[in-house]
């Protein structure tokens, strides 16, 4: 049997049983695998999909338990190394790889499992704006996407009906949409900051959320649980297990968990041939397929490509144009909260509350360019009110403590700004050339530095932000910027666009290199906007898929 | 996990690590916005704090070290006054103790039900019956939709 440090061109492949050859090969089960595996089942074709990680079960979330707090520090951390270390010697399986992220000040988190990164996100579920996919014509920063926000909107709109969003219709910052679900309650903390904005004449808006505010397509309706960040245990927040998968495999679609892709093999003829991967019992296997879709995310795809450098290919798969792992954009997010008088209830979709785009828009007297929106959030229960107070040094431990923990406890609201990041080739993703996963695959290695443009966003949003947390009411505030643990949008390391020397894929996610590979997720995007992506990785997910179907009679031309 | 098998006497004590937990969170009376809370101490939760501090190969010889200049046979008599004394002179030398020990010790505290009762929060996990949240300010919707 080969081992894990053997190089690929050495090993002698003994399998089990072969591998039947499949049409569609994806290689990732998370957002944009989930939307896309569903929709490309109608084509026709054979459809496998490989996940690393397993099936969740909502009986394990930490929201059934006591201790639901810590655990969600844990075990449940949006962190992949802090996972790792705290299932150590547990039988948790090799889910997680780590990543190397001393070189960043923003943290990479994600989660590798059935549903991938939706298990754990917040449900906030913005779409992009038109003027956010011309940012170069506009802003002259940058560049144009190929695409338009017109050519997504039908892929927006089928998204929203697949998940489930829950909102309110007519928000003048975007084009007219209408969220299938009314908007989720947004609780006294959201109105309280509501009063805020309307004192000031700021915009805002109650959030699309991908959280179900009534009884929809066999889930039942939001309970509050508040604690989204940890996993759903109702069902009532979308994640792609329980939304676009039992729809998939009910259309056929196969679904191996476990499966640890290592490489993707490249024929005689220069197109990809298959992959070859980790099974759930550690055995090397080989999978034959047609097309080959890589839905890894920004930080997970690279790292793939890279690692399937070969002789034809030595920089790494479809990186004739060098830029397979550059140009990483996070969303570097600031957090402004206030302490009210009142009672500000804690309760509720943590993250799903109200929005604003008040800063949305390029305006340079600000001093940068591109902006930020809001995203309310509601309070923490009572460990992470003490955890985060004494870490900020507002709750001290002895004779104080209590006296310190009561004015703060159910007393708090706030938002974070989520700041545009714009591309720069010397935000990276490599390969580590230490640290391997737990099947000796070489892990990633993150460079990133936050740009002036983004320190200066950030800056404007702490000062904006307190403005507003004071006109809502709040007599103290505190903030912390940037947020270290709050990489959650891994974006633009593989772009798209029509010409091959300045992107990685095509306007449709085809690789320019390798005709029958495509890419589908957030590694595609050229700009990162100032709001939340899975709705438009979803929705470009769908795009692509549809255009293969469009253009199945000559896919590789 | 922990690598390291080093003896901990200090926090091997319970009785010590209890009076010391209890002296970074001391009972509290009853006051307008909750009931009486219990100290950290008398709920019995330095043998798990201790737990995970020892299964922590980074953490557990900064506590102990910390723990060994303060402990000594009569600390759990003293006044709370005088072990907050105690615990401070040795902080400059020790700058690490008290975040060590109050992260696991803030979770367990506060998620312990005598304490969850005495904040006025349902002392159970969230799930199955969730909360109830403020509806939106119907006046507040009014005028968004006068918006749209």
Not at chain 1, 209 to 232: D, K, M, T
Request: glycine residues 10%; contains cysteine.
């Amino acid at each position: 049997m080969p081992t894990l440090s053997t190089p690929p061109s050495e090993v002698r492949y003994i399998l089990p049983m072969p591998n039947e050859p499949v049409g569609v090969l994806i290689i990732g089960a998370g957002a944009s695998g989930g939307a896309f595996a569903w929709s490309i089942a109608d084509a026709g074709m054979s459809v496998l999909c490989l996940e690393q990680g397993p099936w969740m079960r909502q009986s394990d979330y930490p929201t059934n338990t006591m201790d639901w707090e810590s655990r969600g520090a844990t075990e449940f951390s949006p962190n992949p190394n802090t996972r790792i270390t705290a299932r150590e010697g547990t039988t948790g399986g090799p889910a997680d790889y780590p990543v190397n992220a001393d070189g960043t000040p923003i943290k990479p988190v994600m989660f590798n499992a059935v549903g991938g990164s939706t298990i754990l996100w917040a449900a906030h579920f913005p779409r992009f704006t038109p003027r956010d996919f011309r940012v170069r014509t506009d802003d002259g920063v940058a560049d144009d996407w190929p695409i338009t926000y017109e050519t997504l909107e039908p892929f927006y709109a089928l998204n929203d009906q697949m998940t489930g969003v829950s909102g309110l219709a007519g928000d003048p910052a975007y084009p007219y949409h209408e969220p299938p679900l009314p908007p989720l309650p947004i609780g006294a903390t959201g109105n309280a900051l509501a009063r805020g904005f309307e004192k000031l004449g700021w915009h805002w808006w109650p959030s699309d959320s991908a959280i179900i505010s009534q009884n929809y397509n066999g889930r039942e309706a939001c309970i509050n649980l508040s604690s989204c960040g940890s996993g759903c245990t109702h069902g009532a927040k979308a994640s792609t297990d329980i939304t676009y998968w039992p729809y998939a495999q009910r259309k056929g679609v196969e679904l191996r968990t476990g499966c640890r892709v290592r490489e993707i093999t490249v024929g005689e003829n220069g197109m990809a041939d298959g992959v070859r991967y980790y099974d759930e019992d550690g055995v090397l296997q080989e999978q034959k397929a047609e097309i080959v879709v890589v839905a890894s995310n920004g930080i997970g795809t690279p790292r793939l490509l890279l690692n399937s450098a070969s002789e034809r290919h030595p920089d790494g798969l479809a990186n004739s144009s060098g830029l397979v792992g550059k140009n990483l954009m996070f969303h570097p997010y600031a957090r402004i909260r206030g302490v009210f008088p009142e009672p500000m209830e804690g309760k509720g979709p943590g993250g799903c509350s109200i929005w604003s785009h008040e800063f949305y828009e390029t305006d340079r007297s600000r001093g940068f360019v591109r902006g930020y929106s809001y995203e309310m959030s509601r309070g923490a229960g009572p460990a992470a009110t003490a955890v985060g107070g004494a870490a900020r040094g507002d709750i001290p431990w002895g004779p104080g403590h209590h006296d310190a923990f009561d004015a703060l406890h159910n007393h708090t609201a706030g938002m974070v700004g989520i700041t545009e990041d714009l591309p720069d080739e010397a935000n990276t993703v490599t390969l580590d050339p230490d640290l391997k996963d737990s099947s000796g695959i070489p892990a990633p290695k993150i460079t990133y530095t936050l740009s002036e443009n983004s320190r200066r966003q950030l800056a404007h949003a702490v000062e904006r932000g307190d403005e507003v947390l004071r006109a809502a009411g709040a007599t103290d505030t505190w903030f912390e910027s940037p947020i270290e643990q709050a990489g959650w949008h891994l974006m633009g390391t593989a772009r798209m666009g029509t010409d091959p020397k300045t992107s990685v894929v095509n306007e449709w996610g085809r690789s320019h290199d390798v005709k029958n590979l495509f890419i589908i997720d957030g590694s595609i995007f050229v700009t990162s906007a100032g709001v939340n992506p899975t709705s438009t990785i979803q929705a470009l997910a769908l795009y692509i898929a549809d255009s293969i179907k469009r253009n199945i009679g000559n896919l590789f031309d | 996990m922990s690598t390291d098998t080093a003896a901990h006497p200090a926090l091997d004590d319970t009785a010590f690590f209890a009076a010391f937990v209890d002296t970074l969170i001391p009972p509290s009376a009853a006051s307008e916005s909750r009931g009486k809370l219990p100290g950290a101490g008398s709920l019995g939760l330095a043998p798990g704090v201790a737990a995970a501090i020892r299964s922590s190969a980074q953490l557990a010889p900064v506590v102990e070290a910390g723990l060994a200049a303060i402990r000594s046979e009569g600390f759990a008599a003293l006044e709370l006054s005088r072990r907050v004394e105690l615990v401070e002179a040795q902080l400059t030398a020790h700058p690490d103790l008290i975040r060590a020990v109050t992260t696991p010790l803030y979770y367990a505290y506060y998620q312990h039900p005598t304490v969850l009762i005495g904040l006025g929060v349902p002392p159970r996990p969230p799930f199955p019956e969730g909360y109830e949240v403020e509806a939106t300010d119907p006046e507040l919707l009014a005028l968004l939709r006068s918006r749209a």
